[in-house]
Nanobody, 123 residues
């Protein structure tokens, strides 16, 4: 059973940075893709970024490009999301997710989810 746990969220001023982490108790994650999604209050869950777990190749939502970076450690136990130049509109709960099948940008394609970590960006 996969149990994903996110960490690293918090309150930050606009223009600041945060680094989110997600792991399954230090065990190697076995997946084709790992992703970060976010969900703001009253809005649908949306893809932030996903990473080909074997190749380490990232894919980003267009509006995240150049501000956020998804990566993994070499042991394939942890997925990270480095968020720079944060804006108030980035305020949301951020979730990591393990891919199951289907289009990589769709939440329904991911079978396991963490509990989420709150990111709040003040203006």
């Amino acid at each position: 059973q996969v149990h994903l746990v996110e960490s690293g969220g918090g309150l930050v001023q606009a223009g600041g940075s945060l680094r989110l982490s997600c792991a399954d108790s230090g065990r190697s994650l076995d997946s084709a893709f790992m992703a970060w999604f976010r969900q703001a209050s009253g809005k649908v869950r949306e893809l932030v970024a996903t990473i080909d777990w074997n190749l380490g190749r990232p894919y980003y939502a267009e509006f995240m490009k150049d501000r956020f970076t998804i990566s993994r450690d070499n042991a394939k136990t942890t997925v990270y999301l480095q968020m720079n130049s944060l804006k108030p509109e980035d305020t949301a709960v951020y979730y990591c997710a393990q891919y199951n099948s289907g289009p990589i940008g769709v939440p329904g394609s991911y079978g396991y989810w963490g509990q989420g970590t709150q990111v709040t960006v003040s203006s």
